[in-house]
């Protein structure tokens, strides 16, 4: 329970995994009755994760004598899961808020210079396009492009760099590509949590220290697999 939602999944590779899910399902109803914690059955949803082309779950699921409805795409934390785990989905998104954004601020502001749009750019535009980025990692060059373009979009409103090439765009606005952005979030997050900065991250559940020694480094080198 976090954020008052309530999540909770199992394996399905077999019937018994169907029965497993639907009595976890029963054990929360009675939960929920018990510390007369109500759900609103009619929002509550059931996706499926992972290979389509496993095992055949046709099985319908049951919350107080209501089905769950099965969902392709469902938010949680303000990030869009897909069934396929791809962000697609997700980058669409916050390509469609970025630029509504961009559009408003368009019309409030006839004018831009460097100065304006280092505080709103930083402010309303690109944490539509990351947030959070570590937990949606773009892969795909379409997925990429999607989200570069808002930002292509946005430096263009300044009127002395409107005819510049992109890339010069971003050095004299002190900007990067977000893909480079990307992989600096996730250095960071790295680094955080293989220093135990981050609560409730435990390292052994995404990392394993390399255990080589005949090598010069430091004793924080990640094994890569």
Request: charged share 25%; net charge positive.
């Amino acid at each position: 329970m976090f954020a008052d939602d309530i999540k909770i999944g199992n394996t399905i590779q077999s019937p018994d995994d169907e029965d497993k899910l639907q009595l976890n399902l029963t054990r929360l109803e009675e939960w929920s009755n018990h510390w007369l914690l109500r759900f609103n059955v009619y929002k509550c949803t059931l996706i499926r994760l992972g290979n389509p082309f496993g095992y055949a779950e046709s099985r319908s699921y049951c919350l107080k004598r209501e089905a769950l409805k099965y969902v392709e795409t469902q938010t949680d934390l303000g990030v869009l899961t897909a069934t396929t785990l791809k962000p697609s989905s997700h980058c669409s998104k916050g390509a469609k808020s970025a630029i509504a954004v961009l559009h408003a601020i368009r019309r409030a502001f006839l004018d831009f210079d460097e100065d304006l749009f280092a505080k709103i750019f930083g402010t309303f535009i690109r944490p539509a396009l990351e947030y959070p980025v570590q937990a949606w990692k773009l892969w795909t060059v379409q997925d990429q492009n999607c989200l570069e373009r808002v930002q292509r979009k946005a430096t263009k409103m300044v009127m002395s760099q409107s005819s510049l090439p992109y890339p010069t765009r971003l050095m004299n606005l002190h900007l990067f590509p977000l893909s480079y952005r990307q992989i600096r979030g996730d250095l960071v997050h790295t680094f955080s949590i293989v220093k135990g900065l981050v609560c409730c991250l435990e390292i052994s559940d995404f990392f394993e220290f390399d255990a080589t020694t005949h090598l010069r480094g430091h004793p924080l080198k990640l094994r890569v697999q």
